[in-house]
T-cell receptor
Framework: TAGITQAPTSQILAAGRSMTLRCTQD?????MYWYRQDLGLGLRLIHY???????GKGEVPDGYSVSRANTDDFPLTLASAVPSQTSVYFC????????????FGPGTRLTVL | GQNIDQPTEMTATEGAIVQINCTYQ??????LFWYQQHAGEAPTFLSY??LDGLEEKGRFSSFLSRSKGYSYLLLKELQMKDSASYLC??????????WGAGTKLIIKP
């Protein structure tokens, strides 16, 4: 099985443009997460979803939105990108929204100029 | 606030043993995870501790003391492929993972 896939692998985006990062999992996990990883900082949670149809805000949600229309997909949208959103973005999933092992996608490297 | 502390970088020799420490202060505790992350790749799960004590899994062991807010990851018989960052993360009262910045482990031959 593929596990979790993310697209694109990398992207350079002009400030002010919008972009959607895609994430799909085939493990039928209920919970999904979006993190950003910046040098010298731990992974920071942007948004999460404990089950299809529900979403919640993490530590750094401003400037980002998510939707969870079905179990498999969890897209992350930047409505109007700013340079501070330059980062590596990881999508992850776990069986439940409790203290389960999280499985990560390969990441999307985003540069906002 | 919530805080996870671990050393930024450690160096060890191939074949040796290394211990990576993690201390935490979080609102609630639902377990502590260790992940491995090779450069340019995604984190992958290594271990989970929710009760005090040592969990052994092959060359890797993880220890937890909840009263001290402390954990360590012990890597034995180090191999060059163990060169990676090791991330400590705590599941808080809301079951959200709070992550440390990671410890970059450099293995020298």
């Amino acid at each position: 099985t593929a596990g979790i896939t993310q697209a694109p692998t990398s992207q350079i985006l002009a400030a002010g443009r919008s972009m959607t990062l895609r994430c799909t999992q085939d493990m039928r996990h209920n919970a999904m997460y979006w993190y950003r990883q910046d040098l010298g900082l731990g992974l920071r949670l942007i948004h999460y979803s404990n089950t299809a149809g529900t979403t919640g805000k993490g530590e750094v949600p401003d400037g980002y939105s998510v939707s969870r229309a079905n179990t498999d997909d969890f897209p992350l949208t930047l409505a109007s990108a700013v340079p501070s959103q330059t980062s590596v973005y990881f999508c992850a999933s776990s069986e439940t929204g409790l203290a389960d092992t999280q499985y990560f996608g390969p990441g999307t490297r985003l540069t906002v100029l | 606030g919530q805080n996870i502390d671990q050393p930024t970088e450690m160096t060890a020799t191939e074949g040796a043993i290394v211990q990576i420490n993690c201390t935490y202060q979080t609102s609630g505790f639902n377990g502590l995870f260790w992940y491995q992350q090779h450069a340019g790749e995604a984190p992958t799960f290594l271990s989970y501790n929710v009760l005090d004590g040592l969990e052994e899994k092959g060359r890797f062991s993880s220890f937890l003391s909840r009263s001290k807010g402390y954990s360590y990851l012990l890597l034995k018989e180090l191999q060059m492929k163990d060169s990676a960052s090791y991330l400590c993360a705590v599941s808080d009262s809301n079951y959200q993972l709070i992550w440390g910045a990671g410890t970059k482990l450099i293995i020298k031959p």
